[in-house]
């Protein structure tokens, strides 16, 4: 939780919204995350297109799916996203920020500069959605715009809020993005589907030694400019 204060229960899921890569094994039954994908899908899009689609894995199926992709990135198969996450180069103050929190993450992780097989095998773990009991693929069709994946954002935004009120929580993974080919794949999707990203889906496991990591965000007076109030 921030320093904030909560003025109510939704306000509190929002603010106790974290990044887990950490999870519990204990299983998050289909209609929970069922439940969930109904009530994320009331996020606004624009002229209702629900540019959303979402492919929801456990047990064994999300077991070979994350061994494949996981083994894709150790070969060295493939490893490059069909879109852009950051610029290049990345500017200030953003490069700063996006440091900040790599160094900070790899410091509880106990991996230092130029540990390479670390940094691996923590990659390694990103793919098996942190040990998570649920994983979601997260789909867009290729031919859609700018719009919808701003939609598409309030759509995973609602998926971990409502996961928060209901006591679990997640991560959204950008990283499954850089395995295109591979997930279309073995999920048997065709071209015109893009890998927007993962989401973890579970409860916390609070022995993990990520799970220690807090993030600081800048406050409304450092963005925004209120004026007529």
């Known amino acids: 939780m921030t320093g904030i204060a909560p003025h109510n229960e939704t306000e509190a899921a929002i603010l106790s919204r974290r990044s887990i890569r950490g999870f519990l094994p204990d299983p998050v039954p289909r209609e929970a995350v069922e439940h969930l994908l109904d009530v994320a899908a009331r996020a606004p899009s624009g002229t209702n297109m629900q540019p959303w689609r979402v ?43 996006r440091r900040e929190i790599g160094w900070a993450l790899y410091g509880l992780l106990g991996i230092g500069r130029g540990e390479h097989d670390k940094a691996r095998a923590h990659r390694v773990h990103n793919l098996h959605f942190f040990g998570a009991p649920v994983g979601l693929v997260c789909l867009i069709d290729r031919e859609l715009k700018i719009g919808s994946w701003l939609d598409y954002g309030m759509f995973l935004q609602n ?71």
């Open 55 to 97: 492919i929801a894995l456990a047990g064994e199926e999300l077991r070979r799916f994350c061994d494949a992709v996981a083994a894709a990135y150790t070969s060295g198969a493939e490893h490059g996203s069909e879109w852009p996450y950051y610029p290049t180069p990345l500017a200030e103050p953003y490069l700063s920020r």
């Open 159 to 229: 998926i971990a809020i409502a996961a928060r009120a209901c006591g679990l929580d997640t991560c959204a993974m950008a990283v499954f993005a850089e395995f295109p080919n591979t997930i279309r794949g073995l999920l048997d999707l065709p071209d015109s589907d893009m890998i927007v990203c993962g989401m973890a889906i579970g409860r916390e496991d609070r022995d993990a030694p990520a799970n220690a990591l807090r993030t600081t965000r800048v406050p409304a007076a450092g963005f925004a400019r209120f004026r007529g109030f």
